[in-house]
Structures are given as structure tokens and as C-alpha cells.
T-cell receptor
Framework: SQQGEEDPQALSIQEGENATMNCSYKTSINNLQWYRQNSGRGLVHLILIRSNEREKHSGRLRVTLDTSKKSSSLLITASRAADTASYFCATDYRQGGKLIFGQGTELSVKP | SAVISQKPSRDICQRGTSLTIQCQVDSQVTMMFWYRQQPGQSLTLIATANQGSEATYESGFVIDKFPISRPNLTFSTLTVSNMSPEDSSIYLC??????????????FGQGTRLTVV
């Protein structure tokens, strides 16, 4: 069963605004990863944060991890219409690449 | 990194038939993973394909319905057997990074969009 929960399930913003998505999980993890999926196509890896890290940046993306609360957030700054996609968090709770996915957030960025 | 080729990219199948999905990786990997994404849903792990041993299935998935082969370290197949419309989904294969710690990102194929009519 899925152990990750994400909120919001859907988010609609204007271009230029920031988008924040949250992810919660249930058990101890080795790392947490964020992926993007456009229109039901393959997954694009965005960023990985290890359990001993608290924050990571990649371009317009900022990810935080709070292991005490078992939660993570993904912030996309200065959003663009091209950011419109579904975003999933995925937890690797034991080494080897087996992932448990959250329910996903559907982001819509309007020009 | 790893490049994964998955085929077919999509198919429309009659109920009661079977479809075999192929996954080819450009490097040798220890474990390969098969996921299902039902319409409008997230990804659910079906099984882990291990080279040289039987696949390990997650709760709710059985070998008779989703037989998996793993003949070598770069290739795997997933068969969806005796299909029904409820099997209409995107099926994705995945591999993990192969760094020393293996604490790295996973890589995904482009998926197979299956429609059962």
C-alpha cells in the first residue's frame, strides 16, 4: 500500500507565483525523491534528499525534509506554464531503489 | 545514470488476452522494478525482478496474473495475463542508481499505456 500522502491534490496558480506541495510518509526512510509527470508520460526525476539532509536546492526547486515529522515539501519558485504537470514524492525506505509513491499533486500554472 | 527502453509504448488489447512488456536497460543492474499507474492514480509497485531468482511480488499482485522474467542483468519482461478492462493502466519499469551506497535516484522507462477493451 502507498505510504505517502500529498497535499494539496490539486493546485492552480498564475505564472510567476510560487507553488508549494507537501508530502508525508509513515516509516523511516533512506531518501525521499520528487518526480514530475507530464500528461501520463514517463517520470522525470527532480531532486533527491537523503534522510540526513534538511534542505536541497536545484534551480527553481527547493525541497525540505523533516524526519521528525516525517514530511517533506517541494517549492517551485517563479512558476511557468511549462511547470504544469503532476508531481509525486516517493520514499526509498530501504536501499535498492524500491519506491513508495505519494498520491501526487496536480499543478496547473496559468499564463 | 541509466537509459531505459520500454516497449510497446502503447497497446489496445482484447479482454482475455495477454500482453508482454519489455524493458531494456543500457547498463547492468541488480534489481528492476515494475509499477502500475491506474488512470488518475499514483504509481504502485507490482514486483521486483531479480536476476537469477523469482520475482518478489507486492501485496495484491500475484505471479499468475503478472509473470515476470529476468533473463539477464539488462532485460526484463512483465506479462499482463488474461486481461480485463480493470488492467487498463500505464505500466512502468524502473531501476535504481548503482552507486556504492545505492542511495540514489531511480530511473524510469517511458511507460506502456495499456487499454483493454
Amino acid at each position: 500500500s502507498q505510504q505517502g500522502e500529498e497535499d494539496p491534490q490539486a493546485l492552480s496558480i498564475q505564472e510567476g507565483e510560487n507553488a508549494t506541495m507537501n508530502c508525508s510518509y509513515k516509516t523511516s526512510i533512506n531518501n525521499l525523491q520528487w518526480y514530475r509527470q507530464n500528461s501520463g508520460r514517463g517520470l522525470v526525476h527532480l531532486i533527491l534528499i537523503r534522510s540526513n539532509e534538511r534542505e536541497k536546492h536545484s534551480g527553481r526547486l527547493r525541497v525540505t525534509l523533516d524526519t521528525s515529522k516525517k514530511s517533506s515539501s517541494l517549492l517551485i519558485t517563479a512558476s511557468r506554464a511549462a511547470d504544469t504537470a503532476s508531481y509525486f514524492c516517493a520514499t526509498d525506505y530501504r536501499q535498492g531503489g524500491k519506491l513508495i509513491f505519494g498520491q501526487g499533486t496536480e499543478l496547473s500554472v496559468k499564463p | 545514470s541509466a537509459v531505459i527502453s520500454q516497449k510497446p509504448s502503447r497497446d489496445i488489447c482484447q479482454r482475455g488476452t495477454s500482453l508482454t512488456i519489455q524493458c531494456q536497460v543500457d547498463s547492468q543492474v541488480t534489481m528492476m522494478f515494475w509499477y502500475r499507474q491506474q488512470p488518475g492514480q499514483s504509481l504502485t509497485l507490482i514486483a521486483t525482478a531479480n536476476q537469477g531468482s523469482e520475482a518478489t511480488y507486492e501485496s495484491g499482485f500475484v505471479i499468475d496474473k503478472f509473470p515476470i522474467s529476468r533473463p539477464n542483468l539488462t532485460f526484463s519482461t512483465l506479462t499482463v495475463s488474461n486481461m480485463s478492462p480493470e488492467d487498463s493502466s500505464i505500466y512502468l519499469c524502473s531501476v535504481a542508481g548503482q552507486g556504492a551506497s545505492m542511495n540514489t535516484e531511480a530511473f524510469f522507462g517511458q511507460g506502456t499505456r495499456l487499454t483493454v477493451v
